[in-house]
């Protein structure tokens, strides 16, 4: 199949048949999720967006949750997920009183797979037309890997009108290669052979990339087979076409700019054991270039502690937004 195929097979059935092959990761899910819905699931805005997703400009469907009131956290995921690698921290917040919002980017999970619009340009505008389309303000805005750049760079692109604060957790910024500007960063073979990888044999590599991405290689490391299978049904949602060009907007993208425009009190978290981006050229540059920025250094912490660590992160993230 030719990627530009891709953009003509309904969500819904890619969901379907996804679902149909994760079957015991879909029934680990649903009671929790049934257990939490009655409770917290209504929202102020459900009915302006029955199906939840909005229509960008360019036509791409963006779909989205949307759980509980309160004051709004915005969550932005990393590659190649979707919406679903925050349910840690939304079942969390949501509970704490926190109306929670959480997209596929395009190209990702249930959202559409247009051949346009892969560039970190487009992420950051599509993010922009959620927080118009559902009215919010004095947000606060989350991101994690590439949805760390896809904060800073909706912020240097539309500002913080709708925004009070920011964390960025183990993010991308300022920038992933390494460039003359960026003598600290990572080769760019490193993601050429990412995108080879997505090319040849996505469905394996992310069964392998789990497995850093969690920190389950480390010695005496407790290894969830739950966590890979949804990290993988998580990646396998999403088109193959945008994935593969989503690499080069984390990688390359210079964010240095974006990150000079936040204006706003920032939590920057990141753990020191971070094996997919390394924290020395991400979080300890991007503290000193934000100006109010809190760095938080977690001990041991992989990539994904959002998931791992979700206790240790969730009470940061509570912390910072009741300060």
Not at 38 to 56: D, L, V, W
Not at 304 to 317: P, Q, T
Request: charged content about 20%; hydrophobic content about 40%.
């Amino acid at each position: 199949m030719r990627p530009a195929d891709l953009d003509a097979v309904p969500s819904a059935r890619r969901r379907d048949m996804l679902l149909a092959g994760a079957t015991a990761v879909a029934a680990a899910a649903l009671p929790a999720a049934a257990a939490a819905a009655p409770k917290h699931a209504a929202s102020a805005h459900q009915g302006t967006h029955p199906m939840n997703t909005i229509t960008t400009q360019d036509g791409t469907q963006i779909y989205f949750k949307d759980w509980g009131s309160g004051r709004p956290v915005v969550f932005s995921h990393g590659w190649p997920l979707c919406a679903d690698a925050w349910d840690p921290q939304m079942l969390f917040l949501v509970q704490h009183g926190y109306r929670v919002i959480a997209h596929d980017r395009r190209g990702h999970g249930r959202s559409s797979q247009p051949s346009q619009g892969n560039d970190m340009d487009t992420y950051a505008d599509d993010l922009a037309a959620l927080m118009n389309a559902l009215d919010l303000r004095e947000a606060t805005l989350v991101g994690h890997s590439t949805g760390g750049g896809e904060v800073a760079h909706y912020i240097g692109r539309h500002g913080t009108k709708r925004v009070s604060k920011a964390v960025l957790i183990g993010a991308v910024p300022p920038q992933m290669v390494k460039s003359p500007t960026n003598p600290g960063g990572l080769p760019m073979d490193v993601f050429d052979g990412i995108r080879k990888n997505v090319a040849e044999n996505r469905s394996q590599f992310y069964k392998d990339l789990a497995v850093p991405f969690f920190g389950f290689n480390r010695p005496n490391a407790k290894v969830s087979q739950g966590t890979i299978d949804a990290f993988w049904a998580q990646g396998m949602m999403g088109g193959a076409h945008g994935q593969y060009l989503c690499v080069k907007e984390f990688s390359e993208v210079d964010y240095t700019e974006d990150l000079k425009k936040i204006d706003v009190p920032t939590l920057i978290l990141h753990g020191d054991d971070d094996q997919i981006v390394p924290i020395d050229d991400s979080a300890r540059l991007s503290a000193k270039i934000v100006k109010h920025a809190q760095l938080k250094i977690i001990p041991g912490g992989a990539h994904g502690m959002c998931v791992v660590d979700a206790a240790r992160i969730n009470a940061e993230l509570l912390a910072f937004l009741k300060a």
